[in-house]
């Protein structure tokens, strides 16, 4: 069973930059991969990145120049999502979530998008961007 923790969301101006973390921990009986959602209240969730055990990645296309998702093994898993050039639009809570690979987000069609029902979700981290 995996937990994740999400951190570094905060408010920030529009062109700034944050940098989220998400520390995986626990075991988990297979690879899996680890992506980014975010959602605003009362609005659908939206796949924002997702990178799998050999760091392949894949974006969602309204974040792909500004975004770049990345992963540190070296101890307790963490994974990354650094965002520039942010948005007011970019406001919202941002989840990170873990799934089996295969099917990993759909990552095979380019989708970041949970497929099973094995997927984990972390507790989320609130960006706020001020235009």
């Known amino acids: 069973q995996l937990t994740l923790a999400e951190s570094g969301g905060e408010a920030v101006q529009s062109g700034g930059s944050l940098r989220l973390s998400c520390v995986v921990s626990g075991y988990f009986q297979s690879d899996y991969c680890v992506a980014w959602f975010r959602q605003v209240p009362g609005k659908q969730r939206e796949g924002v990145a997702s990178?799998?055990?050999?760091?392949?990645?894949?974006y969602a296309d309204s974040t792909k120049d500004r975004f770049t998702i990345s992963q540190d093994n070296t101890r307790s898993p963490v994974v990354y999502l650094q965002m520039n050039k942010l948005k007011a639009e970019d406001t919202a809570i941002y989840y990170c979530?873990?799934?089996?690979?295969?099917?990993?987000?759909?990552?095979?069609?380019?989708?970041?998008?949970?497929?099973?029902?094995?997927?984990?979700w972390g507790q989320g981290t609130q960006v706020t961007v001020s235009s």
């Open positions: 990178i799998d055990p050999y760091d392949k990645t894949t």
């Open positions: 979530a873990t799934e089996p690979d295969p099917p990993c987000f759909n990552a095979e069609l380019d989708m970041v998008e949970p497929v099973g029902d094995e997927v984990t």
